[in-house]
Every structure is written in structure tokens, then in C-alpha cells.
């Protein structure tokens, strides 16, 4: 009989919860190693899951594909410029609120934020210019310039697209809305 017979007749309903479990412990004592390995991995997910998150990057403003994110915020006055951050969105444009994005921290609370024309900069290095109309069609309003509030980030993408603290719809990130440091996997 083929395996897949033998796996179907062993999970169907019919049997006895006694004579499956004879079944599952033959089929352990048959492949410790295996088993063994199996349990290893579900049980190292279980705790890897309890201290990060994977997440898809879903569009090109970011140089990663798949970022591992930590479940712990960071604590307040704890990231520092060029920190990998993922955040939830307030809502707008496109998204809906509480999609997750991941931007670089820039400008840290008191760093001073100035504009020509629609390019931006933060203590004097250029960050982008902010768009007037996202591909998409959407007028899109330039952020403010000025110093960025206590509790507050610049936060940023090397993308000529994001969507980042360039755009007013973004603006200056509060902490309470960052999820976690990240990190590029590939």
C-alpha cells in the first residue's frame, strides 16, 4: 500500500484515539531523528516568535525583501540615526491605519529640518526631494520644515517614492507608533 494510503487510513476519524496514538508512537520509535529534529524546530519557532516578527518588504523603497523585526519598542531617546525602524501608519493616501512600514531613522528629536524649494534636508544632509503627485495620481503635501519634535522622528527611505517624514501625510513619527528595530535579511 503507498504511503499516502497508509497516511490517509491512519488520520481518518474511524480510529480510536488510542490505536492513532500507537500509530504516532511506532512512527517515532521508527525515526527518532527525525522526530526529534521536527519538535526541535517547532519549539525553537514557538520562541523565535516570541521575540521578532518576519515581515515582507511589499514595495521597492527599501533595499530588503524579507526584514526581521524585534516585538520590543525600543525604549524612549534609544534609537539613534541610521536605526532600520518598522512603524505603523496613522492612516491616509492609500493605506489603511496600522499598516506596517519600515523606514531608516534620520533625525532624532531637536535636529533641524530644512527645505529648498521641495528638497529636503536634515542637519544639513540632503534627504530628497518631496514630490508634488505620487504615481498614483495623489497631490501630496511637503512636510514642514523645522526642528523635529521631542518624541518625534525623521524618519526615511533612500526611494525617490516613499512615503516618508518628506510628505505631511508621514510627517515627524511619534515614538508610540514605532513597533520595533529591524533588521535586512535579504
Known sequence: ??????????????????AYAALVWAAVRRHPLAWSAFAL????GFVFSHYYWLRLTLTESMPWHLVLVEKAA????????????AWRWQGGLIYPEGAVFLKVVKGLPGDRVLTVGRDFYVNGEYV???KAISRLGQTL???QPGTVPAGHYYLYAPHRDSLDSRYAATGYVAHE?????????F
Do not use: F
Open 1 to 18: 500500500m503507498p504511503r499516502i494510503e497508509r497516511l490517509i487510513l491512519a488520520l481518518r476519524p474511524k480510529v480510536a484515539l488510542p
Open 41 to 44: 524546530v517547532t519549539c525553537a
Open 74 to 85: 525600543p525604549a524612549p531617546g534609544s534609537l539613534k540615526r541610521g536605526d532600520l525602524v
Open 128 to 130: 530628497g526631494r518631496a
Open 141 to 143: 503635501t511637503a512636510n
Open 177 to 185: 507608533r514605532i513597533l520595533g528595530r529591524a533588521y535586512g535579511v
